[in-house]
């Protein structure tokens, strides 16, 4: 395959690579980090802090096949999130995910990795995205606009798989309280007082954004997440019953991993204007807990 990045038209420290057959990426080099970016879904794979545990968690078992979504990293939910609205025909999640994205410019400052890719058009809208590749942080943007003369849905998230050294070893914290719908169950709840520690196969829409932090005692870490352009955030693990449906998941990968997505899901779901744009923002910062 011919990358479809021209080496030259690289900074140093970042390399065009393929991850499949007709799946190109880019890998990311820094004194303090290593990232890999795949075009193929626009989705970032991988981003290991230097001499620490990965921010993302990647399945050993993920399919890095054309037409297949890849288990891990940070797929991109666009333009719809979860099931079609109408269609049940159309994929889960959308379809930036199973789409190849173009890079528009990658460049390197004090700051880190600046990258902008093109993503699909799915209808009127049409989908980019630019990320921050930075020591000890990332943030991501994914920015839609209505191309159209009419008004269009939008529902979407940055799905991140946050890795973990043990599922069972977490405190969530930001939640408390906040009102969100049982996806297991079809209930409208609210989210349990004090810190969250996940005990269970988990699938809620929570009408929040405020900011999260995720202790990790395993790895003595603490992740800071804020989001914007965002009101609703999803906090998703299949636990040990639900990972065991999923083929692309060990039968112990449910352990390694929480998602939490920055997210326009659920009553959070936007309606675009004709010639708008909305962008929504995650950003994941580590520090030692
Ligand atoms: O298996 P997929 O399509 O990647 O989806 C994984 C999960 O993604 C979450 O965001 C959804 O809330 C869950 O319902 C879903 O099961």
Redesign the pocket.
């Known amino acids: 395959m011919t990358h479809p990045v021209h080496p030259d038209l690289l900074p140093a420290g970042v390399r065009a690579i393929e991850l499949a057959p007709g799946m190109p990426g880019l890998a990311f080099s820094h004194p303090d980090f290593s990232a890999v970016l795949s075009l193929y879904g626009g989705q970032l794979l991988d981003f290991i802090p230097a001499g620490g545990q990965p921010l993302l968690y990647l399945s050993p078992q993920a399919q890095l096949q054309p037409g297949k979504?890849i288990?891990g990293g940070i797929?991109l939910?666009w333009p719809w999130?979860?099931p079609h609205p109408t269609d049940g025909s159309r994929?889960?999640?959308g379809v930036a995910?199973t789409a190849l994205w173009t890079v528009n410019a990658v460049a390197r400052s004090d700051d880190g990795f600046h990258v902008s890719l093109n993503g699909p058009r799915e209808g009127e809208l049409q989908a980019s995205l630019t990320l921050l590749l930075a020591p000890q942080q990332l943030s991501l943007t994914l920015t839609t606009r209505n191309l159209g003369k009419t008004p269009q849905p939008l529902s979407q998230?940055l799905?991140s798989y946050v890795a973990v050294s043990d599922i069972r070893r977490l405190r969530l914290l930001g939640l408390a309280q906040a009102p969100y719908h049982d996806?297991l169950d079809g209930q409208f709840k609210r989210w349990p007082d004090g810190d969250w520690m996940p005990q269970a196969a988990t699938?809620?829409?929570v009408a929040s954004a405020a900011p999260l932090q995720l202790h990790d005692a395993g790895w003595q870490r603490r992740l800071q997440l804020a989001s914007s352009g965002s009101a609703s955030t999803?906090v998703?693990t299949?636990w040990q019953q639900?990972a065991a449906k999923?083929a692309d998941l060990s039968a112990d990968g449910w352990q390694h991993f929480l998602?939490l997505?920055a997210?326009n899901?659920g009553a959070d779901a936007r309606v675009l204007a004709a010639g708008e744009a909305h962008s929504l923002t995650q950003q994941l910062r580590v520090a030692a807990l």
Do not use: I, N, S, Y
């Open positions: 979504a288990r797929p939910c999130f979860g994929p889960q999640h995910r998230a799905h996806k699938d809620a829409v999803v998703w299949p639900g999923l998602c997505e997210a899901a």
